[in-house]
């Protein structure tokens, strides 16, 4: 392992750590329960990803593997995150339509 190699993993790794502690940041906030997983969700995400790519950078040998942890964590995280994110939205619910209301 080289100096450049090992200095891109050490980053790398190091960043999904901090993104995997910055997303815990939402589950104080006031919101609903739906909307702090899904803050939580993304950053696991984007965390979970730099990790594996630290990992790949560490032991390029092993890239079939790590290729497709990687694919796999970006699509199902990414659709539980979209989920989560349209469940948190408030609603309105619509009124009949051509209805007025009584004077």
Same mark, same amino acid.
């Given at each position: 392992?080289?100096?450049?190699?090992?200095?891109?993993?050490?980053?790398?790794?190091? !960043?999904?750590?901090?993104?995997? $502690?910055?997303?815990?940041?939402? $589950?104080?906030?006031? !919101? !609903?329960?739906?909307a702090?997983?899904?803050?939580?969700?993304?950053?696991?995400?984007?965390?979970?990803?730099?990790?594996?790519?630290?990992?790949?950078? $560490?032991?390029?040998?092993?890239?079939?593997?790590?290729?497709?942890?990687?694919?796999?964590?970006?699509?199902?995280?990414?659709?539980?995150?979209?989920?989560?994110g349209?469940?948190?939205? !408030?609603?309105?619910?619509?009124?009949?339509?051509?209805?007025?209301?009584?004077?």
């Amino acid at each position: 392992m080289t100096l450049l190699s090992g200095l891109l993993c050490g980053l790398l790794l190091s !960043s999904g750590l901090v993104f995997w $502690l910055m997303g815990t940041w939402p $589950l104080l906030g006031r !919101s !609903s329960y739906l909307a702090k997983l899904h803050g939580l969700s993304v950053a696991d995400t984007l965390g979970s990803a730099l990790i594996v790519l630290g990992l790949l950078v $560490l032991q390029p040998a092993e890239w079939p593997v790590l290729s497709l942890a990687l694919f796999s964590l970006v699509i199902w995280n990414t659709l539980f995150g979209y989920v989560l994110g349209f469940c948190s939205r !408030s609603r309105t619910l619509p009124g009949p339509v051509g209805l007025e209301p009584a004077p």
